[in-house]
Every structure is written in C-alpha cells, then in structure tokens.
C-alpha cells in the first residue's frame, strides 16, 4: 500500500535548515579525479590464480603514456532526481480516469529534451491547463444575478408585509380561530382575504423568479450557439461558398470559349 504524503511528511528529519533539493540539474565542464594521470594497479587487487592453472600473461606495457584529460571537452548535461519511483504509476496516475495526476512523465520528457540539446517542447508540455472563459456570457451571467437578487429583494419585502398584515390581524384579536392556532376554526372573510392575497402573491412571486431564471439561460445558450456556429461552421461555410463561386465562374468561362 503506498504511504500517505502526510506519513513521510511526519517521519522525514529535520534538516537544520539545510536546503533539501528534489531534482538538481548540473551543467558544465567536468574535471577528472586523477589530475597527475591514471592511479597505479595495485598489486594486491590482481585476482589469484586458481590452483591448477597458469597465471595469466601480463598485459605488454603501453610503449607512451597517453595524455590525461583533465577537463571535459564539451559541458556536461546531468539531471539528477532524488526519486527512484516517481514514473510508478501509483504516483501520478488517476486510476479512476486513467488519466495523469501529476506532471512526472512531462518532467522526464521535459529533462530528455533538454539533455538531447534541445528545449522547443518543454513549455508546451509545462503550460498548466487554463480555462479561457468568454467574457461576454460572464459579465451577462454577473449582470442577470445582481438583477435577479435584487428582484428578489424586493419580492421579499413583499412577502414579509404580507406577513406582517397577517401579524397585526392576530394582535388585534381579530385571529380569535385559525390565527389563534385553532386550526379547525373558520377563517373570518378578512382572514380568508388575507391568506388568498398571500398564496396568490407567493405564486406570483415563485413564478417570476423562475421566469427570471429561464430567460437568463435562454439569452446565454443563444449567445453560446452564436459563438459555436461562428468557431466551427462559419470558416467552413465560406470556404465552401468560395470554392462553389470559383467552380461557376470556371464553368461559365469554358462554356464562353
């Protein structure tokens, strides 16, 4: 089972401060560990010979020493990861959608690019996905929302002196029955009025913020269609157009010669 990022978080020591780098990426000439030339053989590592067999001839001595390279010749390119599982699939891959989690392959493609020499694909592959919302359906969407809560406000005020005229009708004694919480009792006419204008008024209302909904999401999947139709199919209906026009005026021209 794959430990928990918070479990390695908890049990990593402390550094001290001390800088802990991920990958490093190192570049430049390189310098030989043996600056005066190749060490001497040591006697003592020459394997033995097993019993029963001729010692193997020595290797002829090189007539000239051949000059030590000290330095590289061409910079160095090495990439060095502190990771020796983060291609694992278990690491970056959604097993769910089947998709990438992380960016640990476009970072090993990015590193081969790099060290091949060459670094054209690398901010592609790095570019984070970024949703490029238009505009115009979202100011129209900002605006239809303040016009809508502020209709709702004052739908609410209604209602709440409506139900404020319900109140006084109590207080004044006036709710003997049904207001009085008898709920068998039979509602005086200006108690029935009252409660008719209030469920009439509370439909209206309902009604009118449900309208208000539908024609906001009308006027944006028209905008929507509008834009789709532009994007995909006008370029191609002009070209298609062009080629028709183009087709005529050959035909017409062959048919005068």
Avoid: C, H
Avoid at 163 to 190: H, V, Y
């Amino acid at each position: 089972m794959r430990p928990s990022p918070m479990d390695i978080y908890n049990m990593w020591p402390a550094s001290g401060g001390r800088v802990e780098n991920i990958a490093v990426r190192v570049s430049g000439n390189l310098t030989t560990a043996f600056p005066n030339g190749a060490p001497p053989v040591d006697a003592a590592a020459t394997p033995e010979t097993p019993a029963g067999e001729q010692p193997a001839a020595p290797a002829p001595a090189p007539t000239e020493q051949a000059a030590a390279l000290r330095t590289s010749t061409t910079p160095a390119q090495i990439v060095i990861v502190a990771d020796t599982d983060f291609l694992a699939d278990d690491f970056y891959v959604d097993p769910q959608s089947g998709g990438t989690a992380a960016d640990n392959a476009s970072f090993a493609l990015n590193a081969i690019d790099v060290l091949g020499g060459s670094d054209a694909l690398v901010s592609l592959r790095s570019r984070a996905p970024s949703e490029r919302a238009m505009k115009l359906l979202t100011d129209m969407e900002r605006d239809a929302q303040r016009r809508i809560e502020s209709r709702q406000r004052e739908l609410e005020a209604d209602l709440q002196e409506t139900r404020t005229r319900l109140d006084e009708l109590q207080a004044r004694g006036r709710g003997s029955g049904f207001f009085a919480g008898d709920l068998g009792a039979e509602l005086t006419p200006e108690e029935q009025a009252e409660v008719d204008r209030y469920q009439a008024r509370e439909g209206e209302i309902r009604t009118e913020l449900r309208g208000l909904v539908r024609d906001l999401r009308g006027d944006i999947d028209r905008l929507q269609a509008l834009v789709i139709f532009i994007n995909v199919w006008l370029a191609p209906l002009l070209i298609a157009v062009a080629g028709l026009f183009l087709f005529w005026r050959r035909r017409r021209g062959g048919a005068a010669r």
